[in-house]
Every structure is written in structure tokens, then in C-alpha cells.
């Protein structure tokens, strides 16, 4: 292969690596403005993935599965927010239990059942998927990636420039003041949870569903866990939020190919190496002044 097509080939890899990262970042980071750090996000996109891959094997269908994978993680979030902002439960005690609790029911039920592979469609664009190095990755991939694009716009639009996002942001920075002006705190931070677990699902799912075609246990392997560094390296900025999962994606494809290439590594490192990345990248760009300065903080009414 010529280095155009090796180029090429790492890019596209790296853009579907990519994709289920950007769709639960676009949920971690509504959910982080909120005042929440959603650790749970692993659990979210584990059973998102998992739930892809059953409603598939059931329904025949690889789009209904991605369904299905959205509904898990919708749910997952629907636990975490009235555990955390109802029945006022630390938010990371809630997390540690889900990841745990998801992690040890998908491997229970992957080994118990039977499950068929299927993925979604694939769309290919002619005469633009012939365009040098470019034309593979943005125009030859599976249609989940397209709906990415909406998503993204979307996001920023809810939080940016929407009334239900002002709140949301007022929830983040000063929940006492919001309540004064009437906002329900708590029921703003659960409805972002439910989005971050719409789309955290939606990740697993495509990760499943899109990339793959089955599941395997753990199969995010913490990619719930560099979703989050990648809201602290965006400094809770969308944009930047994505360039980080962007990185992060391109790192793995990069792991992926060397040993095609014949670069002769040590395969742990080879392993860990994204990580590493994913963590010296939040350290050297992460903007402590610019995150929501109640993130983490519970709220109860009449408390300073």
C-alpha cells in the first residue's frame, strides 16, 4: 500500500473509533454543565452496547438494536438521576455501583444467552468516496455516523442558546441562586442525565452494532472513563470536548495499525498507549477556572 492509502486507512479507522466516543461526550458534556460528573457513563454505553446487540439478535434488525441500546442507556440514566437528585445518594457512589453492577450482568448474560451478529448499513457515496485519502473517511462509512452530525448542533443548541439550556447552566454554576428564580434543580440535572444516557447508549450501541457486529465482555474497555477526560481537556467545551475524543480515536487507530505496518512494539503498550495519551492530554490542557462551579456539589433546597 502506498502512504496515501495507509494515510487513508488510519483516518478512516480512526473517525469510526472515534464516532462512539463523540456520542457519549455530546452526553457527558450536557450532563457535566448540569453540575453533574456522570461516572456512570461506562455503564450507560456497556449496556447500551450490550442491549444493541440483544434487541438485533431478537428483532433481526441492526437499527432496531440501536434502538434498543438507546433505550438501556436512557434507563441507566433514568436510575442514576433519581438515585443522585431524588433520593439524594452521592452521585459517585451511584456511578461505581452501575459500572459495576452493568459490567457484572453483561458478562453474566453474554455467557447464559445466545445472540446473533448483525450491523447497520453502510452508506457509500459515489465518485466522492474516490477522493484521495478524504473520500474513505467521510464518505464510505455506516449511517449511525451521519446522524453524528446532527447530534452534535443539536447538543450545542440545547445548551447554548435554548431556555431549557440557560437553566441547565444556571443549575451548573449557582443551583441555589436557579432555585430562587424557580428552576427545579434536581429535575433539570435528572432530564441532562436522561440525555447523556440517550446518547452514551447510542455510542455503545454503534461501537456494537456499527464497528463490530457483537459483543464481548467489557467491551468498552473504560472508553466511559475517556469520554469524561475528554470534557475536562475541552475545558467543558463542546468543540474542544470532541477534538479530545477526535485524539483519543485516532490514537487507537494508530495502535491498531502499526503492527500492519510493520512497526514492531510492545503490544501492552501498544495497548495502553491511547490512555496514556487520553491522560497527559487532560493534564497539560485541562482549565480547572472554566469548569461549572457547582459540578459534583449536591443540591438541597435552603442549603448554602
Known sequence: MSAADNISTILASGARLTVPLAFAACGEYLAERAGTVNISVEAMMLGGAFGAVAGASVTGS??????????????IGFVHGNLSHRAAVNTFVVGLVLNTLVLGLTSYLIVTGTFTGHQVWQVSVPVLRDIPIVGQVL???????????????????????????????A?????????????????????????????AGLGGAYLAVGEVGSFSQNMTAGRGFIVIAAVIFGAWRLGRTLLGCALFGLADAMRLALPALGVSLNSQLLIVAPYLLALVAMLLFAAKDREPRALGKAFQRGTA
Open 62 to 75: 441492526a437499527s432496531s438494536g440501536l434502538v434498543v441500546g438507546m433505550l438501556v442507556g436512557l434507563f
Open 139 to 169: 464518505f464510505v462509512e455506516r449511517w449511525p455516523v451521519y446522524l453524528l452530525i446532527g447530534v452534535i448542533p443539536l447538543t450545542w443548541w440545547l445548551v447554548e442558546r435554548s431556555r431549557w439550556g440557560l437553566e441547565l447552566r
Open 171 to 199: 443549575v451548573g454554576e449557582d443551583p441555589q441562586a436557579a432555585d430562587v428564580t424557580g428552576i427545579d434543580v434536581n429535575a433539570r440535572r435528572r432530564q441532562a442525565l436522561l440525555w447523556c444516557g440517550l446518547l
